[in-house]
């Protein structure tokens, strides 16, 4: 039996549904994060990765959604280790919490307009397969603005922008998109950070350039600090992909993943290459609780 975070309980997951008039189902009004927790057989532990960016996160989208949070992050973390604990998993998991606007109402306003809270779990494996890298094309879509539906929050309603350019991006053959600002300049893929290795330094668009800042984003960057790996973040141009000596992609989902062409052209020789590696290696020690100075991102669920 699988159990679902709501209404301030634990219920059975195929109980916790919601109105069809809610605010949030009509108009894509929630916030949610999605959080990744590794199974560590070793230890017979369950590590919830870097739980509390991510409701920090939470609470910077709510804020711009006229949201009023009804938890602290201290209790947002304790839920979420009550709820992983109860559902008793021993394998990989995501964890999707939302915070909705859960008024039955017609009509975009959020104001006058309850909030609620539910986070489901669900046992995952790989979004893409860390070893295959990635084929990609620059995508015909333009990510939306800061002034239109700002990436920088995690609304729902926004994924209607990922959601048109991953689908076309699989139609015509490839794995995923980078996708373009409206000035042209590259933000990100449809649901993950890009970096670039340019003249042996690790490269990704900086947090001003209509991305989602992700908790991966800000992980591969500590990490490379820590390899002695130099970085930069600056606005980067459509071309600059198609020179880069290596390219990846990252995000709680796709966790690191090297790319291996981006519109038909190889990145560097096609294979992965050794910034990638070796921060892909890190990584994957990390979020399983097995490099001591990481523990601190992993929040161990079973006592
Ligand atoms: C649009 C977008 N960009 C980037 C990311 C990566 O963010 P994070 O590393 O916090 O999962 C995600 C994943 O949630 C995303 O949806």
Request: hydrophobic share 35%.
């Amino acid at each position: 039996m699988e159990y679902v975070f709501m209404n301030g309980e634990y219920v059975e997951a195929d109980k916790a549904v919601i109105p069809v008039r809610t605010h949030a189902f009509l108009y894509g009004t929630s916030v949610f994060e999605g959080i990744r927790a590794y199974y560590n057989k070793e230890e017979d532990q369950l590590y919830a990765f870097r739980v509390k960016e991510h409701y920090q996160r939470l609470l910077a989208s709510a804020k711009v959604m006229w949201m009023k949070s009804p938890y602290t992050l201290e209790e947002y973390s304790n839920i979420t280790k009550s709820l992983l604990k109860k559902n008793e998993y021993k394998t990989d998991v995501y964890i999707r919490p939302t915070l909705y606007k859960s008024a039955i109402k017609v009509g975009p306003t959020l104001t006058d307009n309850e909030d609620s809270f539910l986070i489901f779990t669900t046992p995952f494996g790989d979004y893409f397969d860390a070893n295959a890298g990635l084929k990609l094309c620059v995508s015909s879509w333009r990510r939306t603005s800061d002034n239109a539906i700002p990436p920088r929050a995690k609304v729902s309603g926004a994924y209607a922008n990922s959601a048109l350019i991953k689908t076309d991006a699989h139609e015509m053959g490839f794995d995923d998109a980078v996708v373009l600002s409206e000035s042209g300049q590259v933000t990100e893929g449809s649901a993950m950070n890009i970096f670039l290795v340019i003249n042996g330094v690790l490269t990704t668009t900086s947090i001003t350039d209509d991305i989602l800042i992700g908790v991966t984003r800000n992980t591969v960057i500590e990490l490379a600090h820590e390899l002695g790996i130099p970085v930069c973040e600056r606005p980067i141009d459509r071309t600059e992909l198609y020179n880069a000596e290596e390219v990846f992609c990252c995000g709680t989902g796709a966790q690191i993943v090297p790319v291996e062409s981006i519109d038909h052209r190889p990145v560097g020789d096609g294979k992965i290459g050794k910034i990638t590696k070796q921060i892909q290696s890190l990584y994957y020690d990390v979020v399983k609780g097995k490099v001591e100075k990481y523990k601190k991102w992993c929040l161990s669920v079973y006592d």
